[in-house]
T-cell receptor, first 117, second 113 residues
Framework: DTGVSQNPRHKITKRGQNVTFRCDPI?????LYWYRQTLGQGPEFLTY????????KSRLLSDRFSAERPKGSFSTLEIQRTEQGDSAMYLC???????????????FGPGTRLTVT | AQSVTQLGSHVSVSEGALVLLRCNYS??????LFWYVQYPNQGLQLLLK??????LVKGINGFEAEFKKSETSFHLTKPSAHMSDAAEYFC???????????FGKGTRLSVIA
């Protein structure tokens, strides 16, 4: 178990540019979540997958955001035409659905900090 | 819809003193409740969780929390604070355990020597 990894850890971009983040979940986990955390706030849900299927998208996820998990393993989150308001920490988490409630735990990665200038 | 309210954005305690971080939730169904800790520039680490069964749950690093349905609360406590406990703490709720978490705004804990 190597934990959830995210790349890059930091990204600085200019307004209007596109950025893509990657998340590698724990290998046996079939659910993968994306959250966004702004300064002084708790994480807010963006979207999640079970295997390769995207199950839900938050209303926070504007049309400029897209996420995919092509083979049910790693996931990417792309932001097109970035805006200064997109500056935040983007967190990925994974979990497994097998087993009972005692196994319900989302394991978080270290996050990707995006700064839009 | 679920929501979480954490009373006090910043709590300061002396080393060795009791830690009490407050969390109240609203949920239309029996909730699953979690406390996470976040150290600077790091992801979130689970401290403890309530799913079913015993309402007093014990977690890592000496923390515990009690689920009180009548008060819709899930307060986090630790008998004796340590300097290493200084961090941001988040309470979270979800209705079905493996569905997206709804987080509170967090409480920053400072420990004074």
């Amino acid at each position: 178990d190597t934990g959830v990894s995210q790349n890059p850890r930091h990204k600085i971009t200019k307004r209007g540019q596109n950025v893509t983040f990657r998340c590698d979940p724990i290998s046996e986990h079939n659910r993968l979540y994306w959250y966004r955390q702004t300064l002084g706030q708790g994480p807010e849900f963006l979207t999640y997958f079970q295997n390769e299927a995207q199950l839900e998208k938050s209303r926070l996820l504007s049309d400029r955001f897209s996420a995919e998990r092509p083979k049910g393993s790693f996931s990417t989150l792309e932001i097109q035409r970035t805006e200064q308001g997109d500056s935040a920490m983007y967190l990925c988490a994974s979990t497994q659905t097998a087993g009972g409630p005692d196994l319900y735990e989302q394991y978080f990665g270290p996050g990707t900090r995006l700064t839009v200038t | 819809a679920q929501s979480v309210t954490q009373l006090g954005s910043h709590v300061s305690v002396s080393e060795g003193a009791l830690v009490l971080l407050r969390c109240n939730y609203s949920s239309s169904v029996p909730p699953y409740l979690f406390w996470y800790v976040q150290y600077p520039n790091q992801g979130l680490q689970l401290l403890l969780k309530y799913t079913t069964g015993a309402t007093l749950v014990k977690g890592i690093n000496g923390f515990e929390a009690e689920f009180k349905k009548s008060e819709t609360s899930f307060h986090l406590t630790k008998p004796s604070a340590h300097m290493s406990d200084a961090a941001e703490y988040f309470c979270a709720v979800t209705p079905q355990g493996n569905t997206p978490l709804v987080f509170g705004k967090g409480t920053r804990l400072s420990v004074i020597a």
